[in-house]
T-cell receptor
Framework: KAGVTQTPRYLIKTRGQQVTLSCSPI?????VSWYQQTPGQGLQFLFE???????NKGNFPGRFSGRQFSNSRSEMNVSTLELGDSALYLC???????????????FGEGSRLTVL | QKEVEQNSGPLSVPEGAIASLNCTYS??????FFWYRQYSGKSPELIMS????GDKEDGRFTAQLNKASQYVSLLIRDSQPSDSATYLC?????????????FGQGTELSVKP
């Protein structure tokens, strides 16, 4: 069974540009969450999608957005990139359909973004 | 106050010893609690989940939950060098308040041969 697939794995952008990251969840998983991981802040919750609907959102500015498609694949977009957006962006999927139980996550390998 | 707090470590234990990792959380309404392990350069992987007060054992791992004290712990018995990793505590908030899964900063564990 294939795991969570994230693309691209590495990317370098400059300030002011925008970036789109893609995530394909494990087959059958309908919940997709996104996290930002940095050495100083750890894992910070960005958003969670279920059946194409954003179910939860973290405390990030509006430059960070996401969406989920009917096949459960998800994308996140960061516009007007800042140096501080340099991070590992992790996508995770969950089998649970009950939002109270979507804590058992399977993570992808992440997309490492460097903003110059 | 952070929502989920862990000692950053590093915690160093000799091989064969018991490693004890602790986590406190601020939202008394939280219902679901998880421990993830993250090896250097890798993604987090789930190792334990616990939903009710008390102990839950899985092999060498025991998770302990005390909701009254808002405290979760993970014990690793017979620690092995392969257990050296960062351990992340994650807490799921009440669904009626969003139900976000919030991670602590992680505790780095080093098991010395």
């Amino acid at each position: 069974k294939a795991g969570v697939t994230q693309t691209p794995r590495y990317l370098i952008k400059t300030r002011g540009q925008q970036v789109t990251l893609s995530c394909s969840p494990i087959s059958g998983h309908r919940s997709v969450s996104w996290y930002q991981q940095t050495p100083g802040q750890g894992l910070q919750f960005l958003f969670e999608y279920f059946s194409e609907t954003q179910r939860n959102k973290g405390n990030f500015p509006g430059r960070f957005s996401g969406r989920q498609f009917s096949n459960s694949r998800s994308e996140m977009n960061v516009s007007t990139l800042e140096l501080g957006d340099s991070a590992l962006y992790l996508c995770a999927s969950s089998l649970e359909v009950d939002p109270a139980n979507t804590g058992e996550l399977f993570f992808g390998e992440g997309s490492r973004l460097t903003v110059l | 106050q952070k929502e989920v707090e862990q000692n950053s470590g590093p915690l160093s234990v000799p091989e064969g010893a018991i490693a004890s990792l602790n986590c406190t959380y601020s939202d008394r309404g939280s219902q679901s609690f998880f421990w993830y392990r993250q090896y250097s350069g890798k993604s987090p992987e789930l190792i334990m989940s616990i939903y009710s007060n008390g102990d839950k054992e899985d092999g060498r791992f025991t998770a302990q939950l005390n909701k009254a004290s808002q405290y979760v712990s993970l014990l690793i018995r017979d620690s092995q060098p392969s257990d050296s990793a960062t351990y992340l505590c994650a807490v799921k908030g009440p669904y009626n308040q969003g139900g976000k899964l919030i991670f602590g900063q992680g505790t780095e564990l080093s098991v010395k041969p």
